[in-house]
C-alpha cells in the first residue's frame, strides 16, 4: 500500500479547492488509521451502504404501553422502526448505527429492543449519563458490555450547569469508552468553537479512545471570520489519528435546499485532511424524512460527489466502507 500524502489544512477559495483535492486524490492510496487497525485488526472491504447516525423511537402506542418518552421530549413526527426499516428498504441502505434519541433521554429500554431484534443489521450508540454521582460511568459498561452498544454519546449540553465534559465524569466515561472499544461521538448542536478545547484535552490525554464528529461538527461552509475558525479547528483535528468525521444530516450544515451542493466546498477539504477512510455518511433518521426524504439523503451525497473529483472507492469508503472497518464484522458483505 503506498504512503498517504498529507496536506496542512488550509482555507483556500472554493475554485482553488478541486485543485488541490485533485491533487491529494491522485498522490494518495487509503491508510488504516492505528485506531481504526487495531479496533478492527486489519483493513476490512464492504460495498455495503450502511448509515452512521440515524435514530429511532416507541410509537405512541409503543409509548403507552411500554416505552414511555421522557417528560418534555415528545417525539413531533413518527420515528419508529417500522418506518426505518421500510425506508432503508427503499434507499437500498443496508445497516446503521442507531443513536440513542433524546426523546427517552437515558431509558435504552426501546432501542436495547430494536438491537435485539436486528442484531446483523443495527448497532446502538448509547448517550452517556453525566450524573455528578458518577453512576453514568457503570450505566456505560452495563450498555455496552450486556445490549450491543458499540459506541457512546456525549451531548455536552446535558452536562450540570457549569460543567465540562473534561470534568471528572466525563473522563471516567470517555476512559471507559476508550478500555472498551467503544467510539465517543461528539454533538456540537451550538457550534464547535464551544467545545473544541475539552475534544482537544480528551483527545490528547485519551488517545486510545475513538472520536466521531457528529455532522460536520456542525461546521456549515464558512461565510464569516468566526466560521472559517471554527471549520478550520475541524480539519486540525485529522492531527488526531483516532477522529473520524460524519457527513451526516447534510440539512443541518448546509444553507442550501437539496442536495445541499454547498457542502461541495467544504467535503474536499475535510477527505483531504482526514482521508475518506475517517469520514463517514449519515442521515439523521428520521428528521431527514421531512426535508429530502431518507432516500434523498443517501442520493445527496453521491450528487455532491460527482461535482468532485471523488473517485468511486472514495465514495464507498464514504458510504459504508469506513463505518464497516470501524465496527468490525459487524456488517459483512
Same mark, same amino acid.
Given at each position: 500500500?503506498?504512503?498517504?500524502?498529507?496536506?496542512?489544512?488550509?482555507?483556500?477559495?472554493?475554485?482553488?479547492?478541486? $485543485?488541490?483535492?485533485?491533487?491529494?486524490?491522485?498522490?494518495?492510496?487509503?491508510?488504516?488509521?492505528?485506531?481504526?487497525?487495531?479496533?478492527?485488526?486489519?483493513?476490512?472491504?464492504?460495498?455495503?451502504?450502511?448509515?452512521?447516525?440515524?435514530?429511532?423511537?416507541?410509537?405512541?402506542?409503543? =409509548?403507552?404501553?411500554?416505552?414511555?418518552?421522557?417528560?418534555?421530549?415528545?417525539?413531533?413526527?413518527?420515528?419508529?422502526?417500522?418506518?426505518?426499516?421500510?425506508?432503508?428498504?427503499?434507499?437500498?441502505?443496508?445497516? =446503521?448505527?442507531?443513536?440513542?434519541?433524546?426523546?427517552?433521554?437515558?431509558?435504552?429500554?426501546?432501542?436495547?429492543?430494536?438491537?435485539?431484534?436486528?442484531?446483523?443489521?443495527?448497532?446502538?450508540?448509547?448517550? /452517556?449519563?453525566?450524573?455528578?454521582?458518577?453512576?453514568?460511568?457503570? %450505566?456505560?459498561?452495563?450498555?455496552?458490555?450486556?445490549?450491543?452498544?458499540?459506541?457512546?454519546?456525549?451531548?455536552?449540553?446535558?452536562?450540570?450547569?457549569?460543567?465540562?465534559?473534561?470534568?471528572?465524569?466525563?473522563? =471516567?466515561?470517555? +476512559?471507559?469508552?476508550?478500555?472498551?472499544?467503544?467510539?465517543?461521538?461528539?454533538?456540537?448542536?451550538?457550534?464547535? *468553537?464551544?467545545?473544541? +478545547?475539552?475534544?482537544?484535552?480528551?483527545?490528547?490525554?485519551?488517545?486510545?479512545?475513538?472520536?466521531?464528529?457528529?455532522?460536520? /461538527?456542525?461546521?456549515?461552509?464558512?461565510?464569516?471570520?468566526? %466560521?472559517?475558525?471554527?471549520?478550520?479547528?475541524?480539519?486540525?483535528? *485529522?492531527?488526531?489519528?483516532?477522529?473520524?468525521? $460524519?457527513?451526516? /444530516?447534510?440539512?443541518?450544515?448546509?444553507? $442550501?435546499?437539496?442536495?445541499?451542493?454547498?457542502? +461541495?466546498?467544504?467535503?474536499?477539504?475535510?477527505?483531504?485532511?482526514?482521508?475518506?477512510?475517517?469520514?463517514?455518511?449519515? *442521515?439523521?433518521?428520521?428528521?431527514?424524512?421531512?426535508?429530502?426524504?431518507?432516500?434523498?439523503?443517501?442520493?445527496?451525497?453521491?450528487?455532491?460527489? *460527482?461535482?468532485?473529483?471523488?473517485?468511486?472507492?472514495?465514495?464507498?469508503?464514504?458510504?459504508?466502507?469506513?463505518?464497516?472497518?470501524?465496527?468490525?464484522?459487524?456488517?459483512?458483505?
Amino acid at each position: 500500500m503506498a504512503t498517504a500524502v498529507r496536506l496542512t489544512p488550509v482555507l483556500v477559495p472554493a475554485s482553488a479547492q478541486f $485543485k488541490q483535492f485533485a491533487l491529494f486524490s491522485r498522490k494518495t492510496q487509503f491508510r488504516v488509521s492505528a485506531a481504526a487497525t487495531m479496533a478492527t485488526g486489519g483493513p476490512q472491504s464492504s460495498s455495503k451502504v450502511i448509515d452512521s447516525h440515524l435514530h429511532v423511537w416507541a410509537s405512541p402506542q409503543e =409509548a403507552a404501553d411500554k416505552y414511555p418518552y421522557f417528560p418534555g421530549q415528545e417525539p413531533t413526527l413518527p420515528g419508529d422502526v417500522d418506518l426505518l426499516l421500510k425506508s432503508m428498504e427503499e434507499a437500498g441502505v443496508d445497516g =446503521a448505527l442507531i443513536v440513542q434519541p433524546i426523546n427517552h433521554k437515558f431509558d435504552h429500554s426501546l432501542v436495547t429492543s430494536v438491537l435485539k431484534k436486528y442484531p446483523s443489521k443495527f448497532i446502538g450508540c448509547c448517550l /452517556a449519563n453525566p450524573a455528578e454521582d458518577g453512576t453514568g460511568v457503570k %450505566e456505560l459498561e452495563n450498555l455496552i458490555l450486556k445490549d450491543n452498544y458499540r459506541a457512546v454519546r456525549f451531548n455536552p449540553y446535558l452536562w450540570p450547569s457549569g460543567q465540562k465534559m473534561t470534568n471528572e465524569v466525563g473522563k =471516567a466515561m470517555f +476512559s471507559k469508552a476508550g478500555e472498551l472499544g467503544a467510539p465517543v461521538g461528539f454533538m456540537c448542536m451550538k457550534g464547535l *468553537s464551544l467545545h473544541i +478545547s475539552e475534544i482537544e484535552e480528551l483527545c490528547t490525554e485519551f488517545p486510545s479512545t475513538v472520536v466521531l464528529l457528529d455532522h460536520l /461538527a456542525f461546521c456549515k461552509p464558512p461565510i464569516n471570520d468566526e %466560521e472559517n475558525q471554527a471549520f478550520s479547528a475541524l480539519l486540525k483535528l *485529522s492531527r488526531f489519528p483516532q477522529v473520524y468525521v $460524519k457527513l451526516s /444530516a447534510l440539512f443541518r450544515v448546509s444553507r $442550501k435546499p437539496f442536495p445541499y451542493d454547498d457542502i +461541495s466546498h467544504t467535503l474536499p477539504q475535510v477527505v483531504s485532511s482526514f482521508g475518506a477512510n475517517r469520514v463517514m455518511w449519515g *442521515s439523521d433518521f428520521p428528521f431527514v424524512v421531512a426535508e429530502c426524504g431518507y432516500k434523498g439523503a443517501k442520493e445527496a451525497v453521491s450528487l455532491i460527489a *460527482s461535482k468532485l473529483p471523488l473517485s468511486s472507492s472514495e465514495l464507498d469508503w464514504i458510504m459504508g466502507r469506513t463505518i464497516s472497518q470501524l465496527f468490525q464484522n459487524q456488517w459483512l458483505s
